[in-house]
């Protein structure tokens, strides 16, 4: 074998192998000399096949390079209006964005900063805020009730929780409209009771009716036609059950038929698909409005003498407690104007001059139904219903007890 080295390799005979780095060392100046000397060919070194690069990609994309071209004129300029230094590296590929972002519209937020305008219940708008300009006639002649939907989660205030943010009562007491109807209905039960039970039953029925669905309607649950329907059907069992034991055994019949309808209100909220809370304000609405119509009944189980006197009490308390006074002013005048009409009209039953504390027992119970119709700001229905019938509903047990303790 030779001992020669191969050619190519370090063992070669003169090969330097920090050549290289010597070279570098000694003649720096040589590299960058020879970098400004020949600066196209480093140009193209960089890049080394651009027409072919730019060739290819307009055969690849030419809709594209022909869209870029339309979509942005104005970027096509002159090229001796901007020369280029030939030592700069330029882009010759296409670039992937060829489509025209739309820009975006700034939303307007003064139209959702504030809540909707809803109308008074009897039919008087309330006052424009202070940063709110006032609509054209024409303009709020044709706009809806309700604002536009906001997206800021603002939730539909109730007229109570706007008339107590703008320093009004939220209680509503019903008017002289709603208060000659209550006197009208209990000037019937007092002459029913006169001439009978049956002709009490008459007066009696449309009381437990206007209980009933003046009761849902003033705790906000309507429509509710099967709770309506089944607290009138238990005052209705209540009457029918007075009228067959008789005025003796009142008690039972309307605590018996109570506990039913308690018991039958339960089984079906528990049948029931709604959820939990709406399940139970339907189980309390309902019990209560039953029982109100059940109570109700307490007239027709009650002396005679004694439904007449506390018929006209609670007409005449009524009444006067709808006059334009002040709060402990009318509460006063109205309970002295029961008192009255207890004497009166006592003194023309057996009841005598007892009947002015009978009358003041139903004026106080009939004032309590009146100021539960007022509560939380009522709209006109509840006043037409509830306002109507919770002060004879209301005055139905104290009529039954006094009557029995005094006659």
């Keep these: 074998m030779s001992n020669q080295p191969y050619e190519g390799y370090e063992g070669y005979e003169g090969y330097d192998p920090y050549a290289g780095q ?5 003649y720096p100046d040589q590299q960058q000399y020879a970098q400004q000397a020949y600066p196209d060919q ?5 890049q080394p096949y651009p027409q072919h690069q730019q060739q290819y990609a307009q ?38 964005e060829t489509q025209v972002q739309p820009p975006v519209a700034a939303v307007d937020v003064t139209e959702t900063a504030y809540l909707p305008v ?23 002649a044709s706009a809806p009730s309700f604002g536009p939907a906001t997206v800021t989660g603002n939730p539909r205030v109730t007229d109570a929780q706007r008339a107590r943010a703008e320093g009004r009562s939220p209680i509503i007491e019903p008017g002289m409209q709603p208060a000659a109807l209550t006197a009208a209905l209990g000037l019937l039960l007092a002459g029913g009771a006169a001439v009978g039970p049956y002709a009490l039953l008459v007066p009696l029925v449309i009381l437990q009716a206007v209980t009933a669905a003046g009761w849902f309607r003033l705790n906000g649950m309507w429509p509710a036609r099967q709770g309506i329907a089944l607290a009138f059907l238990g005052g209705v069992v209540a009457d029918v059950a007075l009228l067959a034991v008789g005025k003796e055994h009142a008690p039972a019949a309307i605590l018996g038929t109570l506990g039913v309808w308690v018991l039958l209100v339960l089984v079906l909220q528990l049948r029931s698909r ?33 439904v007449v006197v506390g018929g006209v009490a609670v007409a005449a308390a009524v009444v006067v407690r709808a006059l334009p006074l002040p709060t402990p002013a009318s509460v006063v005048v109205a309970l002295l104007a ?6 009166a009209v006592g003194g023309m039953t057996d009841l005598g001059s007892k009947g002015a504390l009978l009358a003041v027992g ?17 709209s006109r229905f509840v006043h037409m219903t509830a306002g109507v019938a919770l002060p004879l509903a209301a005055a139905a047990p104290a009529v ?7 006659g």
């Design 400 to 406: 039954y007890l006094l009557g029995r303790a005094i």
């Design 118 to 140: 809803q109308a008074d219940p009897y039919g008087q708008a309330p006052p424009p805020a202070a940063a709110a300009s006032a609509p054209e006639p024409e303009a709020a």
């Design 362 to 378: 139903a004026g106080v119970c009939a004032l309590i139904g009146h100021r539960a119709a007022s509560y939380d700001y009522p």
């Design 338 to 343: 029961a008192a009255g009409a207890g004497v």
């Design 59 to 96: 055969q690849a994309y030419p809709d594209q390079q022909q869209y870029a071209q339309q979509s942005y004129p104005e970027q096509q300029y002159p090229q001796d209006q901007y020369p280029q230094d030939q030592y700069t590296q330029q882009w010759e590929g296409q670039t992937w």
């Design 42 to 46: 480093q140009q193209y070194a960089q």
């Design 22 to 26: 010597h070279a570098q060392q000694a």
């Design 274 to 306: 709604a959820g939990a809370d709406e399940r139970m304000y339907g189980l309390m609405a309902t019990v209560a409005s039953a029982a109100l119509a059940i109570i109700a009944a307490g007239h027709l189980g009650a002396v005679s003498d004694a």
